[in-house]
């Protein structure tokens, strides 16, 4: 190694850069909490990925967080379009990056996911951010808004209700139990009411692939937009942490595909933990041969030796959990239940 290459490393290494197999990118930094929930707070609205073409779903989200006993802020660029996205990349990050700066705002809400998340993430205020911690909650495309934003500053975020989200009870009082009262929460599948009476579930069941208990950081969303940042500096370290996934609509040949792709990338190397949750009208391409989803899952998580399951009751469903992204949790992969080892707000 040359002097100047040496000098050139170490000033990366001095302004708190480490080099791996993605290149130059931002070593890990501290975690940072976002203060609860109380009522009367601010709510930011904004669109960061898919244009609203209907404007009364935008008052649909409104009446729900005046609901929630908050109060509602529409993004300047909240009702934009540009093509198929809620407006320009730019104007998106702006409405981001004004409500993280603005004292008022507790929580920032997207209406919707949809696709777009990944362009805005250049134009975001990482430093602004990592100083005006606020909750930020968002599920599908969102993910790789939520994943970069912890990435980036430490901030823990969630996977959880986009604006337009069911808000229907039991997911309200997860939503409220998490962020408003701090609570930790042991998260499990629920008895599907079509099994009535019967001895055995047949329904949200968990299919464990290895069996035992693990802890660390809550890393994952979904699979397709995960994959799709995997390479940038906005994906968080998985050392260590316990990766979820879920996925709607995707091909089993492509979740398989994707998982692979993380395999690859080392991604799944030395994970603790791993948890699948549902994968919503994914199905086998019905050539003759094909694998099961739960055989790929198989194949691909197995080997890794480390405590894993099938089948939690997260992804595009009716009821979506409040997890922290970035938060210390316990897994245990017999029982299918991921609890909670601290509270996500302070």
């Given at each position: 190694m040359n002097r100047r290459l040496f000098l050139a490393l170490a000033s990366?290494?001095?302004?708190?850069?480490?080099?791996?197999?993605?290149?130059?990118?931002p070593t890990n930094p501290s975690i940072l909490k976002p203060r609860r929930l109380k009522p009367g707070d601010a709510v930011g609205i904004i669109s960061p990925a898919g244009a609203t073409f209907v404007e009364d779903e935008l008052n649909i989200v409104v009446e729900a967080?005046?609901?929630?006993?908050?109060?509602?802020?529409?993004?300047?660029?909240?009702?934009?379009?540009?093509?198929?996205?809620?407006?320009?990349?730019?104007?998106?990050?702006?409405?981001?990056?004004?409500?993280?700066?603005?004292?008022?705002?507790?929580?920032?809400?997207?209406?919707?996911?949809?696709?777009?998340?990944?362009?805005?993430?250049?134009?975001?205020?990482?430093?602004?951010?990592?100083?005006?911690?606020?909750?930020?909650?968002?599920?599908?495309?969102?993910?790789?808004?939520?994943?970069?934003?912890?990435?980036?500053t430490g901030l823990i975020t969630f996977h959880g209700p986009n604006g337009f989200s069911s808000w229907r009870a039991?997911?309200?009082?997860?939503?409220?139990?998490?962020l408003f009262?701090?609570?930790?929460?042991?998260?499990?599948?629920s008895p599907d009411p079509d099994d009535g009476d019967r001895l055995m579930r047949t329904k949200n069941r968990i299919r464990t692939i290895v069996p035992g208990r693990a802890r660390g950081r809550l890393i994952g969303g979904n699979l397709s937009v995960l994959?799709?940042?995997?390479?940038?500096?906005?994906?968080?370290?998985?050392?260590?942490?316990?990766?979820?996934?879920?996925?709607?609509?995707?091909?089993?040949?492509?979740?398989?595909?994707?998982?692979?792709?993380?395999?690859?990338?080392?991604?799944?190397?030395?994970?603790?933990?791993?948890?699948?949750?549902?994968?919503?009208?994914?199905?086998?391409?019905?050539?003759?041969?094909?694998?099961?989803?739960?055989?790929?899952?198989?194949?691909?998580?197995?080997?890794?030796?480390?405590?894993a399951w099938y089948g939690a009751s997260i992804g595009h469903l009716e009821i979506l959990y409040t997890l922290g992204i970035g938060l210390q949790v316990e897994i245990d992969a017999n029982r299918g239940t991921l609890t909670m080892l601290e509270p996500a707000v302070v």
């Open positions: 990366l290494v001095s302004a708190g850069f480490t080099l791996n197999a993605r290149g130059a990118t967080v005046k609901a929630l006993n908050l109060v509602p802020k529409v993004g300047e660029h909240a009702l934009d379009r540009y093509g198929y996205l809620a407006g320009k990349d730019k104007d998106r990050a702006a409405d981001i990056n004004r409500f993280f700066a603005d004292p008022e705002i507790a929580l920032i809400l997207p209406i919707r996911g949809g696709w777009g998340c990944a362009r805005v993430l250049p134009y975001l205020d990482y430093e602004l951010i990592r100083r005006n911690p606020k909750i930020i909650t968002g599920f599908s495309d969102l993910t790789s808004l939520i994943l970069a934003i912890h990435a980036k039991p997911q309200t009082d997860i939503f409220r139990k998490v009262a701090g609570e930790k929460l042991t998260f499990e599948n994959t799709s940042i995997v390479g940038s500096p906005y994906l968080p370290a998985f050392d260590d942490a316990i990766l979820f996934v879920e996925d709607i609509g995707e091909d089993v040949y492509k979740i398989d595909r994707m998982l692979t792709q993380l395999k690859l990338a080392g991604l799944l190397d030395n994970l603790a933990g791993f948890i699948f949750g549902q994968c919503v009208n994914c199905s086998a391409s019905g050539e003759y041969g094909s694998f099961t989803l739960e055989e790929v899952i198989r194949q691909h998580i197995q080997p890794l030796k480390i405590p």
